[in-house]
């Protein structure tokens, strides 16, 4: 989650606030490691309570940062020049600048003179190492029989490609054959199979991408032992989300299995909210390791949100007691993490130089049941990321993750401009010939939007800021910002921005499907019955194919997941092809401008859906949800096209007579296999039924287990997973439905 970055009443009046709590007298300068010395660090203390001052008796480091001409605030707004892709402000200084080296590279292996600690107590983990507990870091997650079929999914994906295109080429081919024989032009089968390829081409691409996958994944888990630590400063990015969310996220860091003098948890409030300050001071009184900032921002003066946020903390850190930590993480406000965080994610940075970011994938504790508006994630953490990660392009997925300090600096720190600034980072760092990790364990856990508008303006933004960053980045095909970048890297920046932008065409092409059922055509064109009959047959290897790919595919986010994935790329299509428009083809003068999803009108209140107690009743979330947040295009759409099925099912009973000549007119016009309409129109129905039914979900704290001693709260078991609910029981039926009527006309193409 991204807090509440994004919104447009950010641009306001704001002093610098900068609280440093705790005495955190034993955060020292580390002196670099000496690869084959046993012993422990020489260190140089600061004395606890003492703070070094001015001539006036001022603490130094509570002062502002010392603006330079680096300083993003003091650039003008201007993302693009020929030395870095970005306006990002200098590299500041930092704990290596400060002492001459950079030496949070070196492996800590051979350095860890403490005992493993009982957890770690395995045959093959020697004392004081970094322990290697399993070769998969997801071994516990999913494994035995789903591991063997997964691992047929490159196969069964060039199968069902292979055979998808000799079905495409076959209905071209009757096409041309039946005009040829029939002397018409049967427009309305050319434009049936422009759909097909139009609808099949994400699924297309990510086979493509799939195929790549061959080379096996091997990122191990491996887990930081000991006491000699690497330095740390976790970054808590907040901007007005709940007090208690946050410092739930700050009580969970604070809980860390990680030597509390080596480490600094530092809050960065772009709210400046007094309340959360009080909070953080509390905190501090228990954690000196706690700091709470808040930066200045002044009005039309661009602030960039998250990333001028990380970039401010990252400056301010150079100023405190030992300066800057030898790595930086980071965590959104609302993402609690699991207590080996550090020591599980760290140890990927140190065994490898050219690591310069690891992440985690981001899990969520208040998913409600059947997840109808596919919010969890769990496609694209669970299977698409691993697959990327073992081609060498894992994405920072903007929480939990751990970069190294000399990396960030190389790019000139997180990089302004762009709505994705997460991504944008780990993109440059892989065209400057870093490597970046994704380590696939459920390290963190925070909350999807509660709320119809909330999910649709956090997912824009990230489609509209991912297209941004590979526009900038000519696509990751050429420049010099991705001159590093490897085959692999380069294709899958390309694929992610142009599946963003398909989706132009994929809504321009949803216009079609009624109108052509209102037309009356015939949508599958052929000069014999004999031809029919390898359409259909074709099509049916093709619908049987592509369920035993997505079945395998699905495995380890789990089959209901990669459904409502697919669904999801229908019903949200028109919503990011808009934002698209506006913000890349439209001009300023016509309404363009870069923004995420934005409602229509004025919303006097909130729907609080999902509040059994508050929720605004089933008209009001009609009319806001049709009227002000546009579903009443997929309304409309739903009804027009079952409407034109209707028509075009009376035309056949009506100008056919015997029961053949019925059935083979609905085969050909409307009710083609897979009943393609069908999978539409439950997909774009998505936004009206959940206006008419959303889900229910309890309060935060039902969802949370609470240590009454230490206010440290962690999601349950039950929460970290997704129920199975009536929604999903419903697309299952449909989906059924679709299947075995592919599989009696199948049979019944013996029979004609």
């Known amino acids: 989650m991204d807090g509440r970055y994004g919104h447009d009443d950010q641009e306001k009046v704001e002093m610098d606030v900068y609280r440093g709590y705790g005495n955190n007298s034993s955060f020292e300068h580390p002196q670099p490691y000496a690869p084959y010395s046993p012993g422990p660090r020489a260190l140089t203390p600061v004395r606890p309570g003492h703070f070094p001052t001015d001539e006036n008796g001022q603490h130094v480091w509570l002062q502002p940062a010392t603006r330079t001409s680096g300083n993003s605030d003091s650039l003008p707004n201007t993302p693009w020049d020929s030395q870095t892709p970005y306006d990002s402000r200098s590299a500041s200084p930092t704990l290596y600048q400060q002492n001459g080296v950079g030496e ?36 516990e997650t999913w494994k035995g029989w789903k591991r063997w079929v997964f691992a047929l999914v490159p196969f069964l994906t060039f199968a069902n490609t292979g055979i998808y295109l000799f079905y495409l080429g076959l209905r071209i081919a009757c096409i041309i054959m039946a005009q040829n024989v029939a002397q018409v032009s049967y427009a309305g089968a050319w434009v049936f199979v422009a759909i097909e390829i139009t609808v099949a081409i994400p699924s297309l691409m990510h086979n493509c991408w ?39 996220t700050v009580r969970g860091a604070c809980d860390q299995d990680y030597p509390r003098d080596q480490f600094r948890i530092i809050i960065l409030d772009d709210a400046r909210s007094k309340t959360l300050e009080e909070s953080c001071s509390q905190l501090a009184a228990i954690h000196p390791n706690v700091y709470y900032m808040a930066r200045e921002k002044i009005p039309g003066k661009p602030h960039h949100f998250k990333a001028g946020n990380l970039n401010y903390g990252l400056e301010q850190t150079t100023l405190l007691p030992g300066g800057a930590g030898q790595f930086m993480a980071a965590l959104d406000a609302d993402m609690i993490p699991e207590q080996d965080w550090l020591r599980a994610i760290l140890p990927h940075l140190l065994v490898d130089p050219k690591m310069a970011l690891a992440c985690p994938p981001q899990l969520f504790y208040n ?134 932008v398909y989706t132009l065409l994929l809504t321009a092409s949803l216009f079609a499907i009624p109108i052509i059922l209102l037309w009356g055509k015939r949508l599958v064109a052929f000069a014999t019955e004999e031809q029919l009959r390898w359409l259909i047959w074709a099509c049916f290897a093709a619908t049987i194919s592509n369920r035993l790919c997505e079945f395998a595919l699905f495995i380890p986010a789990g089959y209901h997941t990669g459904q409502r994935g697919s669904r999801y790329q229908l019903w949200m299509s028109p919503y990011i092809a808009l934002c698209i428009v506006r913000s890349f083809l439209l001009p300023k003068w016509l309404g363009g401008q870069t923004q995420a999803f934005k409602p229509t009108g004025s919303l006097g209140s909130t729907l609080n859906e ?78 009206v039924s959940y206006a008419i039914d959303p889900p229910t979900m309890p309060e935060r704290e039902d969802l949370l287990t609470r240590d009454p001693k230490t206010g440290v709260a962690h999601p349950t078991k039950k929460s970290k997973k997704i129920a199975f609910g009536g929604q999903a029981a419903w697309f299952e039926l449909e989906y059924t439905v679709a299947t075995i009527a592919t599989i009696l006309v199948f049979v019944y193409s013996f029979i004609f």
């Open 610 to 687: 999902r509040d059994a107690k508050k929720s605004k009743n089933m008209f009001v979330r009609l009319r806001v949800i049709l009227l002000n947040y546009m579903a009443s295009f997929h309304l409309a759409f739903v009804y027009v096209t079952l409407v034109a099925v209707v028509i075009s099912s009376y035309r056949c009973w009506a100008q056919n007579t015997g029961f053949r000549g019925i059935i083979l007119c609905l085969i050909t016009h409307a009710f083609w296999p897979p009943l393609t309409f069908l999978f539409i129109c439950t997909s774009l129905w998505t936004p």
């Open 104 to 139: 949070s590279h070196m492996s800590l292996a051979p350095l860890v003179t403490e005992p493993a600690s009982p957890g770690f107590a395995k045959d093959w983990v020697k004392s004081g190492s970094i322990a290697r507990l399993y070769d998969r870091d997801d071994a």
């Open 210 to 248: 799939t195929m790549l996958a061959l080379k096996k994944r091997g990122r191990p888990k491996l887990r930081l032992t000991g006491k000699d630590c690497p330095t740390v400063d976790v970054f808590i990015t907040c901007c007005g989300e709940e007090d208690e969310v946050v410092l739930d």
């Open 367 to 500: 998913t409600p049941a059947s997840d109808p508006l596919a919010q969890s994630l769990d496609f694209f953490v669970h299977v698409i990321e691993p697959i990327k990660d073992a081609l060498g392009v894992a994405w920072c997925t903007g929480s939990g993750y751990i970069v190294r300090r000399e990396a960030l600096e190389e790019i000139g720190n997180f990089p302004l401009g762009s709505l994705a600034e997460d991504v944008a980072t780990s993109t440059l760092m892989l065209g400057k010939g870093w490597k970046t990790a994704y380590v696939h364990e459920p390290l963190q856990f925070g909350t999807v939007p509660e709320d119809f508008g909330g999910h649709l303006k956090q997912r824009t933004r990230w489609a509209i800021g991912t297209v941004d960053t590979a526009a900038k980045l000519k696509f990751c095909l050429y420049g010099d910002a991705v001159r590093k970048m490897t085959v692999a890297q380069r294709f899958s920046g390309f694929l992610y921005a142009t599946l963003s």
